[in-house]
């Protein structure tokens, strides 16, 4: 699966991430698993020895479950070539029972060329991340299903198969994507750009469940599982990005009544961008009021706009901005 893809941002300091990073209760930061994850440089004969070393003066599951996260951010990039050209074995016996044994060898040997090259796709990141987890008997699974992304928010994003990972800390299952937590690819997955992003890790399921659909509707950790109409028919958010990380945002295009019939949708930030833009379909900037009430940046458009558009945000507009959502009119 290739990663989150977003082109428009610009790479984030770890020293801020790690001021910043905090946990879904926001209660707990992790500079200290940061900073373990981003200088470790000692050797390691296999990932039981990485996942020892790397926990060894951490004390809690949440830290845990944190250097991994990072350290993978750090040191795996994505494969485009395999993602491209991908694995896909064959396994022969005469049981049920053999063909279990040989997945498993499989999926270790992978995990290990995973750690000797340091590369790999959705599959491997999510398969290490567990395997690391397991290492220190921290419980975390394997979730398969699809995702959306910057080029394919809408309703052809079927066609992207993903996998990714929850881990249950103090009882809790929490959901991350260590692929698209280390970086993001172009548009045809030739080139990898690595960008650490924390906002991958421990996401709340509401904001999750705007790119991910699992399998299994349990693993959307939602009271009310999504549909796949629901899914699709959803805005597109970046909660991957954290200099404005978004809180909360308009589930869809609401039109107001009155003279004007304008659309409008709104967005709330912890962190508000002084600047934004609004582009159409194919990029070009459309005409837009901002109304900033009551904690949120309220977009209000004509009433004859159509088709997709996407919000981008920053301190200037002469400055790379990031884009913030994406909806359709």
Same mark, same amino acid.
């Given at each position: 699966?290739?990663?989150?893809?977003? +082109?428009?941002?610009?790479?984030?300091?770890?020293?801020?991430?790690?001021?910043?990073?905090?946990?879904?209760?926001?209660?707990?930061?992790?500079?200290?698993?940061?900073?373990?994850?981003?200088?470790? %440089?000692?050797?390691?004969? &296999?990932?039981?020895?990485?996942?020892?070393?790397? $926990?060894?003066?951490?004390?809690?599951?949440?830290?845990?479950?944190?250097?991994?996260?990072?350290?993978?951010?750090?040191?795996?990039?994505?494969?485009?070539?395999?993602?491209?050209? @991908?694995?896909? +074995?064959?396994?022969?016996?005469?049981?049920?029972?053999?063909?279990?044994?040989? =997945?498993?060898?499989?999926?270790?040997?992978?995990?290990?060329?995973?750690?000797?090259?340091?590369?790999?796709?959705?599959?491997?990141?999510?398969?290490?991340?567990?395997?690391?987890?397991?290492?220190?008997?921290?419980?975390?699974?394997?979730?398969?299903?699809?995702?959306? %992304?910057?080029?394919? @928010?809408?309703?052809?994003?079927?066609?992207?198969?993903?996998?990714?990972?929850?881990?249950?800390?103090?009882?809790?299952?929490?959901?991350?994507?260590?692929?698209?937590?280390?970086?993001?690819?172009?548009?045809?997955?030739?080139?990898?750009?690595?960008?650490?992003? @924390?906002?991958?890790?421990?996401? +709340?399921?509401?904001?999750?469940?705007?790119?991910?659909? *699992?399998?299994?509707?349990?693993?959307?950790?939602?009271?009310? *599982?999504?549909?796949?109409?629901?899914? $699709?028919?959803? *805005?597109?958010?970046?909660?991957?990005?954290? %200099?404005?990380?978004?809180?909360?945002?308009? +589930?869809?295009?609401?039109?107001?009544?009155?003279?004007? &019939?304008?659309?409008?949708?709104?967005?709330?930030?912890?962190?508000? *961008?002084?600047?934004? =833009?609004?582009?159409?379909?194919?990029?070009? @900037? =459309?005409?837009?009021?901002?109304?900033?009430?009551?904690?949120?940046?309220?977009?209000?458009?004509?009433?004859?706009?159509?088709?997709?558009?996407?919000?981008?945000?920053?301190?200037?507009?002469?400055?790379?901005?990031?884009?913030?959502?994406?909806?359709?009119?």
């Amino acid at each position: 699966m290739k990663n989150y893809l977003q +082109p428009f941002k610009h790479t984030i300091l770890l020293l801020f991430a790690a001021l910043w990073c905090l946990s879904a209760t926001g209660q707990t930061t992790y500079e200290k698993a940061d900073s373990i994850a981003a200088a470790f %440089d000692e050797p390691y004969e &296999n990932v039981e020895d990485l996942a020892r070393k790397l $926990t060894a003066t951490l004390s809690t599951e949440e830290e845990k479950a944190r250097v991994f996260f990072i350290w993978i951010a750090h040191h795996i990039r994505y494969d485009c070539g395999k993602f491209h050209k @991908p694995n896909n +074995p064959e396994f022969r016996a005469r049981t049920e029972e053999e063909i279990l044994v040989a =997945m498993e060898q499989w999926r270790r040997s992978e995990i290990e060329k995973t750690l000797k090259y340091k590369k790999g796709i959705c599959g491997d990141y999510s398969h290490l991340y567990k395997a690391l987890c397991d290492a220190v008997e921290l419980e975390a699974v394997v979730i398969s299903g699809n995702a959306r %992304d910057f080029y394919k @928010p809408q309703r052809n994003s079927f066609d992207i198969s993903h996998a990714w990972n929850a881990v249950r800390i103090d009882g809790e299952w929490r959901l991350l994507d260590a692929t698209w937590g280390a970086g993001y690819t172009d548009a045809g997955v030739t080139k990898f750009y690595r960008e650490v992003s @924390p906002g991958f890790f421990f996401t +709340p399921p509401k904001l999750f469940s705007q790119s991910h659909f *699992p399998d299994d509707e349990k693993w959307q950790l939602l009271e009310e *599982p999504l549909s796949k109409a629901d899914y $699709t028919d959803q *805005p597109l958010v970046n909660y991957g990005q954290i %200099d404005y990380r978004i809180l909360d945002f308009a +589930p869809g295009v609401e039109t107001t009544s009155g003279e004007k &019939n304008e659309k409008q949708i709104w967005l709330r930030f912890e962190n508000t *961008p002084k600047e934004l =833009m609004v582009t159409n379909r194919i990029g070009k @900037p =459309m005409k837009f009021q901002r109304t900033d009430v009551d904690g949120k940046v309220l977009l209000s458009f004509s009433g004859s706009a159509t088709g997709s558009i996407t919000v981008f945000g920053g301190k200037s507009l002469r400055s790379r901005m990031e884009w913030m959502a994406k909806y359709e009119l």
